[in-house]
């Protein structure tokens, strides 16, 4: 018996996508990148999941879109009253080519009729992984305690989804798994020095929980190793790792070779910047707040990252950065409407971090902190050069909550 289903999408893709590169910090360990779904996640979603092996195919002609049929295996999500079951075929509204010892999983949701979403190519390791996977419901820690053993599975396909379920976990989850990561494979991925593998930005993290003096003088070479080319894929997690293991002696190498050296690559001074907020928001007190601070406050001297260190300087309440900042506005490498914008959110920002009472304490006589009134006098200032891009950021900021 043969079902036919309409398929919504007539072009075929894929969950399994490799990391991106380091984007904007969040709760995840992924301050360092973005996540990418796994296969997990994409059984949950779908109301039904078929192991199928394909049978055959036929050719779209002018706008009649091609079809490929597949035998069904097994059933690994059925949510639907009468999935088609073991022997029996589905076509989907696609063409791809295949053998009949190519296997595929084929997701299908449940919208009056049953559809079909997409297949996606596996193998049978593959698919006895994902029965062993624990639910994506069970808490992130246990989940992960399955994940971990197969980080640096042979197959690819495996391997990468394991990353990928790591890649989207706190870091409080994972570091609690210390003892379970496998340093010595973290170790020599790290040595292969091959920067074209993203998950190296996870390695260098997990090693930094769980590594010793001789893994951070390992790291310390790689990070001040030249790059080829102008990305390193995962520098960034080496980078947070090796403060981890290091704490503020480390700090003072990343300052020397990331932050005051201009001649490294502007990819390499962003890095140690993600890796600065990891330990802002991860370390753990390895490093002081204020220390991280002085750190943050040396890349005010790069123009083309000014906007995001006084972004991240005002989160961070730096308010001894104020007299700087009031000092650039305008300046000749800083004339720009997105710098001088973010030092009138920064001065903002500075004025409203008052006392727990709220901003009516300004109308009490309770005396303000220094900073505010600071703030207060340096926004004035520029006001009086500036006054239109000071009330364009003053009438969408005070929509926002204090920080």
């Known amino acids: 018996m043969k079902f036919v289903y309409r398929n919504r999408l007539l072009i075929a893709f894929s969950f399994l996508v490799n990391p991106l590169i380091a984007g904007p910090s969040s709760a995840t360990i992924c301050t360092l990148g973005s996540a990418p779904g796994t296969l997990s996640e994409a059984i949950e979603r779908y109301d039904v999941v078929l192991l199928v092996q394909w049978h055959h195919t036929i050719k779209g002609i002018g706008v009649k879109p091609g079809r490929t049929t597949y035998e069904v295996l097994d059933v690994l999500r059925a949510l639907h009253p009468g999935p088609p079951l073991k022997g029996e075929l589905v076509e989907l509204v696609h063409h791809r080519e295949g053998t009949n010892t190519d296997l595929f999983l084929v997701f299908g949701t449940i919208d009056n009729e049953l559809q079909w979403e997409y297949s996606e190519r596996i193998n049978l ?3 006895e992984y994902l029965w062993q996977a624990p639910s994506p419901k069970l808490p992130v820690r246990k989940r992960l305690a399955f994940f971990v053993k197969y980080l640096e599975d042979p197959d690819p396909q495996i391997a990468t989804d394991a990353h ?5 976990a706190s870091y409080d989850d994972i570091k609690v798994l210390a003892h379970d990561f496998p340093r010595d494979r973290l170790r020599a991925a790290l040595a292969d020095n091959d920067w074209s593998r993203g998950r190296i930005r996870l390695y260098g993290i997990m090693l930094g929980i769980c590594g010793s003096s001789n893994d951070a003088e390992e790291m310390r070479r790689y990070i001040a190793s030249p790059s080829e080319g102008d990305f390193r894929v995962g520098i960034d997690g080496v980078i947070a790792g090796y403060l981890l293991l290091t704490g503020e002696a480390g700090l003072n190498f990343i300052e020397d070779t990331r ?21 802002w928001q991860n370390g753990d007190d390895r ?6 601070r002085q750190s943050m406050r040396i ?3 790069r123009p083309e990252l000014a906007e995001l260190v006084i972004a991240d300087l005002a989160r961070w309440k730096d308010w001894e950065s104020q007299e700087r900042l009031a000092a650039l506005y305008g300046s000749k490498e800083y004339n720009t409407l997105a710098i001088k914008r973010a030092i009138v959110r920064f001065l903002l920002k500075s004025m409203r971090d008052i006392p727990e009472m709220g901003e009516d304490v300004r109308n009490s006589d309770v005396k303000l902190p ?10 004035e200032e520029i006001r009086q050069k500036d006054p239109i891009t000071v009330a364009q950021v003053e009438k969408y900021f005070f929509w926002l909550k204090s920080p």
């Open 125 to 127: 390791n593959v698919y």
């Open 164 to 168: 990928a379920e790591f890649e989207q």
């Open 259 to 279: 932050l005051h050296n201009k001649t490294v690559p502007f990819s390499e001074t962003y890095a140690a910047m993600q890796a600065l907020r990891f330990m």
């Open 287 to 292: 490093i002081s707040l204020e220390r991280l």
């Open 299 to 301: 890349l005010i001297d």
């Open 370 to 379: 220094q900073h505010a009134i600071r703030g207060e006098a340096l926004l």
